[in-house]
C-alpha cells in the first residue's frame, strides 16, 4: 500500500521546518561540532590533529576534573535549594490575598531582571573588603573588628558565591511556582475543606500534587541552567581563590581562552552535557515514579 | 485580572530596565571584520584592535595620534575596536577562527607564538624592511621575532618595576629598596595607622592577587630575583621547571608573607588586580606597587597631585634583579587587505614625536633609540623603569608559555586565601607537576 503525503500534512511540514531549521542551525549543529573538535588537539584555525579519545583519557586521568564536577554539583545543589526554600515561600505569601501584593511581585522579581554582569559587579562590591556595605555594617555593630575578605577565603567565598546565585535565580522559581498555584482550581480546595481538611492538609493533598508538574519542569531547568553557570562567578572570584570556586564552566573556559587548548575544552563539554543530561533522566524517572 | 496586572506591572519594569541599560551604551564600535575599501572614493579603512583603546590616558592619546594621521592622509580612515587585554587573546583566537581579523591587532612576545601557530600574522621584517628595523633597540625587536621574521611591531616597553612613593620615603630617610629586606623593612615603616585611631590605614605594598596573567606577569620576575625559573632549557637543550626547587619556594613564601605574616599588604589581596592596586596608590592608601611605566600614567590620572611625587626603582633582588620587557605592539593580520597601509600608519605611531608623546601622558617606554635617548626618560619617575631594562629577560621559547602566568597565580592566590589548607611544599609541587605536564606535551 503506497503511502501519500496530503496536503494537510506537507502544511504541517511546512510550518514545522523554520523552527526545526533553526533549531538544527543553531543547537544540533553546534553540539554535533563541539563532539567533534573533543575529538582533535587543534586551535580551530589550522592545527587539526586527530586525537581520537586521548581527549577523555586525559581528563579522567587524574581526579581534579572529577572533583571541579563535584565542587560544581555542590554548588548547584545549594543554589537550587536555596531557589526553592526562597521562591516557594515567596510565591505562597504572593498568592495571598495580600495588600500591595502587586507592587512586591515587581520588586522581588528585580534580581532577575538584572543582567548577570551587572549583579556580579553589584555583590562584588557589597563584599568588598575596603569599601564594601557588608563590611561596614558589621564593623559598625562590633560583631567584626577587621574587614574580612569574603571573597578571599576558601570557605566564604563558595558562600558567597553560593548566595549571590541564589539571589539571582530565586525569581524564576517564584514566578513559576505563582503561575502553578494560580492554575490549581479554587473548587479542589474547596472541596478538601468540606471533607474536613486543615490548612495544612490542603497544602499536603492539594498543593503539593497540583505544582508537581511544574516544580519537575522548574527543577530540571534550574538544575541544568545553575549547573554550567559561569558569568556571576567569573566576576566575583574568577574560581578562586585558588580553586575554591572553579566550577566546570569556569574551567572549561579557561582551557578553551587561556591555555587555547579547544580540543580539552570541547572534550569537557561533551561531559558536562551528559551530566545535565543524566540530572534531567533521573529527575524525571524518580517524579514519575514517584508521582505513580 | 489581578494576574494581568501583574504582568503588565513586570513588562514595564524589563522596559524601563532595557530602555536604561540601552541608553547607558555607547554607539556601537565597528565591528573586528577585514577592512574594507570605499571604492567609489578611494578611502580605506583600517581596522585596528587595540587594547589600549580601553586604558586611560592611554586610549585618548593613541586616538589623538590617529586622528593627527588621519588629518595628514584624508584618504585613510581609521577605526579602532576596543578590547581589554585580559580578553585580547580570546578575542583574536575567535577571530581568527572565523576569518574575521581586523587589519591590525595588539600583540605581545607572550601571545605572538600562539597568533604564529595559528598562522594569521604578517612577516613584518618584510613589510617594513630590515633598515627601518635598525632604528630600534635590537634586544627588543629579537624579543619580537619567531625564527627572523618580526611578528609584532614594537611601539612600547613597559618593564617591570617597583613604582614608589618618592616623598613618603624621603620623609622615613628611606632609600629606594635594593634587595628584599629592604623592601621588606620599607613596606613595615609604611604600614601604618595614619589617623590615630588604632587601624591601619595605610600599607606598605599594593600586592596584586588576582588568579590572571595581571597577576602572574608580576610575580615572575619576583620568582626569577630569588633565582629560579619557571622554566628554562638545561644544559642539554631540554625544557625543565624550577618551581619546586627551594629558591622557588623562598620566593613563593617571602610573597605570601608579605600578606599573611607582615601584613603590610591592603585587606583583600585576593581581589586586587591591578585596576585595584592603581587606586590603593592614587588613594594613598598603599606606598608601593609593582608595576609596568603605565601604571604611572592610570595612577596620575586618578590623582594627578602625585605628579613628582612617584619614584620607580628596579624590582628588588634577592640573587639579582629581574624584569620583563613588557613589550606591547602591534601585529599586522596575515589576511589584510591593507596591509601598506597599516604599515604606513604604524610608522607614524612609533615614531620619535609620538612615542615621547605616549611616554609623558601614560609613562610607557620608547622603542626606538633615539627617543630613548630623551631628557625626560632621565625623571626619578622613569629611571627606575629604563634600569629596569637592562635586566629584562626573554620570554621563553614555549609554545604553552601562557599558561605560567596561570600555573604561578594559582600557587600564590592559594596561599594567599584565607583558611587555605595548603602548604607551600605542596603548591610547589602542584605547579611543577602541571609545568611537567606542558613540558610532556611540548613537541608531542
Given amino acids: ?292 | 485580572m489581578k494576574s494581568k496586572r501583574m504582568i503588565w506591572t513586570s513588562s514595564i519594569l524589563a522596559l524601563t530596565l532595557g530602555i536604561t541599560a540601552c541608553s547607558g551604551q555607547k554607539s556601537e564600535a565597528p565591528s573586528a571584520g577585514a577592512s574594507t575599501k570605499d571604492k567609489g572614493k578611494g578611502v580605506i579603512t583600517l581596522k585596528i584592535m587595540s587594547a589600549t583603546q580601553t586604558e586611560t590616558p592611554g586610549g585618548p592619546a593613541e586616538k589623538s595620534i590617529a586622528d593627527k594621521y588621519m588629518e595628514q592622509h584624508p584618504n585613510v580612515k581609521i577605526e579602532f575596536v576596543g578590547v581589554p587585554m585580559n580578553e585580547m587573546y580570546k578575542k583574536i583566537s575567535v577571530l581568527a577562527a572565523a576569518s574575521d581579523l581586523p587589519d591590525a591587532f595588539t600583540s605581545t612576545p607572550e601571545f605572538m607564538r600562539t597568533a604564529y601557530g595559528m598562522n594569521i600574522t604578517e612577516d613584518l621584517t618584510k613589510l617594513f624592511g630590515a633598515d627601518y628595523l635598525k632604528e630600534f633597540y635590537p634586544n627588543m625587536i629579537q624579543e619580537s621575532s619567531i625564527d627572523g621574521k618580526l611578528q609584532l611591531l614594537p611601539w612600547t616597553a613597559t618593564p617591570q618595576a617597583l613604582i614608589y612613593r618618592g616623598d613618603w620615603f624621603e620623609k622615613e630617610g628611606l632609600k629606594a629598596p635594593e634587595t628584599w629586606d629592604d623592601f621588606l623593612e620599607a613596606a613595615k615603616k609604611l604600614t601604618k595607622d595614619t589617623k590615630g585611631n588604632g587601624k591601619t590605614d595605610q600599607w606598605g605594598f599594593a600586592l596584586i592577587g588576582t588568579r590572571n596573567t595581571s597577576g602572574g606577569t608580576r610575580f615572575l620576575p619576583v620568582l626569577r630575583s630569588f633565582g629560579a625559573e619557571e622554566i628554562r632549557k638545561d644544559a642539554s637543550g631540554k625544557w625543565v621547571t624550577d618551581l619546586d626547587t627551594p629558591k622557588a619556594k623562598a620566593a613563593l613564601q617571602f610573597y605570601v608573607d608579605l600578606n599573611n605574616k607582615y601584613h603590610v599588604v591592603p585587606p583583600g589581596v585576593t581581589e586586587t588586580g591591578f585596576p585595584e592596586a592603581a587606586s590603593l596608590m592614587a588613594t594613598g592608601k598603599a606606598a608601593m606597587i609593582i608595576s609596568g611605566p603605565n601604571a604611572i600614567g592610570t595612577i596620575l590620572s586618578q590623582n594627578p597631585e602625585l605628579k613628582g611625587k612617584l619614584y620607580s626603582a628596579p624590582i628588588p633582588k634577592k640573587e639579582e634583579h629581574k624584569a620583563t620587557f613588557g613589550l606591547l605592539g602591534y601585529s599586522v593580520s596575515a589576511q589584510s587587505k591593507n596591509k601598506e597601509a597599516v604599515a604606513d600608519y604604524l610608522k607614524f605611531l612609533v615614531s620619535q614625536e609620538n612615542a615621547l608623546k605616549m611616554n609623558d601622558v601614560t609613562g610607557t617606554l620608547p622603542t626606538k633609540i633615539e627617543a630613548g635617548k630623551s631628557q625626560q626618560m632621565s625623571t626619578p619617575e622613569k629611571a627606575g623603569f629604563v634600569k629596569a631594562l637592562e635586566f629584562a629577560y626573554s620570554t621563553p621559547t614555549f609554545s604553552a608559555y601562557s599558561q605560567f602566568y596561570d600555573i604561578v597565580a594559582e600557587e600564590y592566590q592559594t596561599l594567599l586565601a584565607t583558611d587555605s589548607k595548603m602548604t607551600v611544599d605542596s603548591i610547589a609541587k602542584k605547579a611543577a607537576d602541571r609545568a611537567n605536564e606542558l613540558i610532556g606535551k611540548e613537541g608531542k
Avoid at chain 1, 139 to 152: A, F, N, Q, T, Y
Fill in chain 1, 1 to 292: 500500500m503506497k503511502h501519500t503525503v496530503s496536503k494537510e500534512q506537507w502544511a504541517g511540514y511546512g510550518f514545522v521546518s523554520p523552527a526545526a531549521i533553526i533549531l538544527l542551525l543553531l543547537v544540533t549543529y553546534p553540539l554535533i561540532y563541539g563532539a567533534y573538535i573533543s575529538f582533535f588537539n587543534t586551535n580551530l584555525v589550522n592545527i587539526w590533529d586527530f586525537v581520537g579519545i586521548h581527549q577523555y583519557i586525559d581528563i579522567f586521568s587524574n581526579w581534579e576534573f572529577v572533583g571541579k564536577i563535584f565542587l560544581t554539583l555542590k554548588y548547584t545543589f545549594f543554589t537550587v535549594v536555596g531557589h526553592f526554600i526562597l521562591g516557594i515561600i515567596l510565591a505562597l505569601v504572593l498568592n495571598m490575598d495580600l495588600r500591595g501584593r502587586t507592587f512586591f511581585r515587581a520588586i522581588l522579581i528585580l534580581p532577575w531582571l538584572l543582567p548577570e554582569v551587572v549583579v556580579g559587579l553589584l555583590w562584588k562590591w557589597l563584599f568588598n573588603p575596603m569599601y564594601g556595605l557588608f563590611n561596614y555594617i558589621l564593623m559598625d555593630l562590633h560583631l567584626i573588628s577587621d574587614p574580612v575578605s569574603w571573597l578571599g577565603d576558601t570557605y566564604f567565598a563558595f558562600i558567597a558565591v553560593t548566595i549571590v546565585c541564589i539571589w539571582k535565580g530565586y525569581p524564576m522559581v517564584m514566578l513559576l511556582v505563582l503561575a502553578g498555584l494560580q492554575s490549581i482550581s479554587q473548587d479542589t480546595y474547596e472541596a478538601a475543606k468540606i471533607d474536613g481538611c486543615n490548612r495544612m492538609q490542603s497544602f499536603r493533598y492539594v498543593t503539593v500534587p497540583g505544582l508537581m508538574p511544574v516544580l519537575l519542569v522548574t527543577l530540571i531547568l534550574d538544575t541544568v541552567w545553575w549547573f554550567k553557570h559561569f558569568t556571576m562567578i567569573w566576576i566575583l572570584t574568577e574560581g578562586g581563590p585558588g580553586d575554591a570556586t572553579n566550577v566546570v564552566s569556569i574551567d572549561i573556559f579557561k582551557q578553551a581562552f587561556q591555555y587555547f587548548d579547544f580540543g580539552k575544552a570541547a572534550a569537557m563539554a561533551v561531559i558536562v552535557f551528559f551530566v545535565c543530561f543524566l540530572i534531567g533522566y533521573v529527575y524525571r524517572r524518580v517524579f514519575s515514579s514517584a508521582n505513580e
